[in-house]
């Protein structure tokens, strides 16, 4: 064999193992969206293993799930810890085929197959999954929150976020609310798309200052309703 066809081989050779090689749990890692059969759009967002999928249209809020993921090779096994559509199916596994080729992720079981498009976006010092840990008192005192099965967590990519105040243990779901961010200067600016709470806010913008102290972000500003906002998240992991 000459050295052209053994360089030939090797190329190929090496082209078919990366195409046997397990998928990543970080190259899931980002926004993704579909758009559904009656226009509404599906938001899958993904972060920390830890993952939001959420059905809105553009004034009103459908349903939301979401758990904690891991990866052995191509499948997906998801823990549900919030799904509005079933509760019985929080603290239950699911799993799931996935397949990314380019931009492109295919996510099928025997029920559903679906495929999303990649959200093109860069990574943040907030992209993660961030925990409520503290919240000021009238007096201005950050009071540290006990942590329990009740939480309010924050789940960012580079462009998005989302929090889901959620109880696994009892299985409560309380709220949800998301949309696009964008973070410069110490400022983080959230721009709603969707609010299970109230849609009549979709669409505006609330701009807060930020403080991002190690594995600690220090949150402070005006809420939609007019109050103070001041707030410490914590990174879950």
């Known amino acids: 064999m000459n050295s052209q066809r053994f360089i030939l081989l090797l190329f190929i050779v090496g082209s078919f193992a990366m195409t046997l090689r397990p998928l990543q749990t970080n190259l899931l890692n980002g926004a993704w969206r579909l758009t559904g059969p009656s226009g509404e759009t599906i938001l899958l967002t993904m972060a920390d293993n830890y993952l939001m999928e959420t059905v809105y249209e553009p004034n009103r809020y459908v349903s939301t799930r979401g758990g904690t993921y891991q990866m052995a090779g191509d499948k997906l096994?998801?823990?549900?810890e919030f799904d509005t559509n079933d509760s019985s199916r929080v603290g239950k596994t699911q799993a799931y085929q996935t397949n990314l080729r380019n931009d492109q992720l295919g996510i099928?079981?025997?029920?559903?197959?679906q495929t999303f498009t990649r959200i093109e976006e860069?990574?943040?010092?907030l992209t993660g999954l961030w925990r409520i840990t503290g919240r000021a008192n009238d007096a201005g005192q950050i009071t540290t929150m006990q942590r329990g099965p009740r939480k309010t967590i924050k789940l960012l990519t580079g462009s998005r976020f989302q929090w889901a105040a959620i109880n696994p243990q009892t299985k409560q779901f309380s709220g949800t609310g998301g949309g696009t961010y964008t973070l410069k200067d110490g400022q983080y600016t959230e721009t709603i798309d969707f609010f299970s709470r109230d849609n009549s806010r979709v669409g505006r913008s609330l701009t807060f200052s930020t403080e991002i102290n190690g594995t600690e972000w220090h949150h402070t500003g005006q809420s939609s309703t007019g109050g103070t906002v001041n707030e410490i998240w914590s990174r879950e992991k």
């Open 108 to 113: 099928s079981s025997q029920s559903v197959k």
């Open 122 to 125: 860069k990574s943040t010092p």
């Open 77 to 80: 096994t998801l823990l549900v």
